[in-house]
C-alpha cells in the first residue's frame, strides 16, 4: 500500500510541476499579451517564438525542460521507478495543464527534459536529429517528430527497457498531439521556424 502510494505522489508530483505554463507566464510578463492568441495558439517555446522575441522562446524552451528534468531527479532521489513516473507525469502536465483547461503545450522540450534526466545520451541523439530536420527544412514540427521517431530506437539499443517503453509512449503521444501539424505540412502550409504570426 505504501508503495503504491508513492507511485501516485511521484505521478501527482511531476504532474503539477509539468503543468507549470512557463511559455503564458513569461510572455504576460514580458508585456506580449496571451501566447495563445497568436500562431498555432500553443504555450510552447515555437510559438513563443513567433511573438519575435528570441530571449523569451530561449527561456521558455530551457523552463519547459527543467521541469521535467527536475521532476525525475526529486523523484528519483527515492526511487528509480519514482523518477520515471514523475517524469511522465510531468509530460502529461504539459500537455494537459489543469490551470489551462488542460489544454497545454505540444510536450516536445518537457520531453528533452525527462530525457536529459533519465538518458541524457538519448537527449544528444535526439538534439542532433533535431538540429538537422530544422536546418535542412525550417519546420521545428518536421524535426519534432523525426527525433520522437529516433530516440525510442536508440534508448532500446542504449538504455534500459522501461526507459525506452517510457519514451515509446511519449513519442506516440507527442505524434498524436501533432496531427494538426502533420497536415498542414502535408497542404505545404506549416509554418516555418522564425515566421511571425
Same mark, same amino acid.
Given at each position: ?36 492568441? %497568436? ?22 524552451? =530551457? ?55 533519465? &538518458? ?11 538540429? &538537422? ?8 514540427? =518536421?524535426?519534432?517528430?523525426?527525433? &520522437?521517431?529516433?530516440?525510442? %530506437? ?34 505545404g502550409t506549416e509554418g516555418k521556424i522564425g515566421a511571425?504570426g
Open positions: 500500500m505504501g508503495e503504491t502510494l508513492g507511485y501516485v505522489i511521484a505521478l501527482v508530483f511531476g504532474y503539477l510541476l509539468g503543468s507549470i505554463p512557463f511559455g503564458l507566464l513569461i510572455t504576460r510578463a514580458a508585456g506580449l499579451g496571451d501566447v495563445r492568441q %497568436i500562431g498555432s495558439g500553443n504555450i510552447g517555446a515555437t510559438n513563443v517564438l513567433r511573438t519575435g522575441n528570441k530571449g523569451l522562446a530561449a527561456a521558455t524552451l =530551457l523552463l519547459d525542460a527543467l521541469k521535467g528534468t527536475a521532476a525525475v531527479l526529486i523523484a528519483g532521489h527515492f526511487s528509480p521507478d519514482f523518477g520515471l513516473l514523475a517524469g511522465f507525469g510531468a509530460f502529461l502536465g504539459h500537455l494537459f495543464p489543469v490551470w489551462l483547461g488542460f489544454k497545454g503545450g505540444k510536450g516536445v522540450a518537457t520531453y528533452l527534459g525527462v530525457l536529459l534526466g533519465l &538518458a541524457w545520451q538519448g537527449m544528444l541523439v535526439f538534439a542532433v536529429v533535431w538540429l &538537422a530536420m530544422a536546418f535542412l527544412f525550417r519546420y521545428s514540427s =518536421l524535426a519534432a517528430l523525426a527525433a &520522437a521517431v529516433v530516440v525510442p %530506437i536508440a534508448l532500446y539499443v542504449t538504455s534500459t527497457p522501461q526507459i525506452a517503453g517510457l519514451f515509446a509512449l511519449m513519442s506516440l503521444i507527442v505524434i498524436v498531439k501533432h496531427r494538426a501539424n502533420i497536415s498542414r505540412l502535408l497542404a511571425k
